[in-house]
């Protein structure tokens, strides 16, 4: 198969796995917030990137031993960022409302995430025809998820008339403290991508060592979950702590509740080193690309599971006219980011 259509393969099962690792939240009732999002993330932390990795890269102490202290500690520093960026996320939604909150984020993450490190890394090759191409998928994209986001709008006000709603109960915090919410989880969000991107030399010292090419992404991944997860995981136990929820894990857990929480830790870190793969399918830019297409395939994939869930059950067809019109949008958006892809390998 050729190297690039599996990246763009790979790609969209990272982001249908992006899309779907947050459901169990929505399906643990009994449980609070914490309880499935700390569970979720210690899964994440010791169950899947470092068994991965030392179960792939076959020396890999001496990958990290050779790299130095700086490479380490900037790749690690790069996840504790982007497992910063969503807890700032949960305080942006919570300022500014969902619809609002939703567009300026991935605004920002697609901005920071894939044309940031271009700029920083490679700025001519952004006025070159594939970086200007990228950058105009990038716009594309955030058109596509703002009207997407009047459709969640149009949806909640259809749904929750005369309630009060997320948004307006976000009103508690000033408008400007919300905005720069979303700046901070935007930039601190799109790290992810920066660990992958600084990280690289792990994953060329690891295929040195004899790691299969489709692996050598564990051995960066390794330290970037790292840094996400444990933040994670620390932010939950502080507030199943503060607001007294942590025997709510044993009292109200069932089978099924247990099942979300490990879907959401196999999931969530999988989807991200899938995309590491699609990205070094793609070839030597994938990961500019890559990273909003899989941010891309995430939004559908949320999308679609809330409708054959039932969120759009009793709306009317102006809702889901938007709905389709930016689904249609960020559809034309994956295809210029392939385009783009292929321009700046060019």
Known sequence: MNEFLLGIILVVVAGVLEGLFSMGVTRTPKWQFENIWGLGSLIALVLVPWPLALLTVPELGSVYADAGTGLILITILCGVGWGLGGIFWG??????????????????????????????????????????????AVAIMIVGVVIISVAGKLKEKELYAGTQNEEASGQATPFMVGLLFCVLSGVLSALVNFGFIYGAPLGEAAAKTGTSAWATGFAVWALVFTGNYAVNFIYAVVLMIKNKTAGLILSEGKPIYWFW?????????????????????????????????MLLVSILTGNAAGALTGEWKGTSQRPRTWMIGGVAVLGVAFVVLGIANKLMAA
């Not at 991935?106 to 025809?129: D, H, Q, R, W, Y």
């Open 91 to 136: 305080k942006a939604i919570a300022a500014v409302g969902m619809a609002l909150g939703v567009s300026l984020l991935m605004g920002f993450i697609n901005v920071f995430g894939s044309v940031g490190p271009m700029a920083i890394m490679e700025p001519a090759k952004l006025s070159t025809g594939g970086g200007m191409t990228l950058m105009g």
């Open 261 to 293: 929480a490990l879907f959401m830790g196999i999931a969530w870190p999988g989807g991200i080193a899938v995309y590491g793969m699609a990205a070094n399918k793609m070839g030597a830019y994938g990961a500019y690309a890559a990273f909003p297409m």
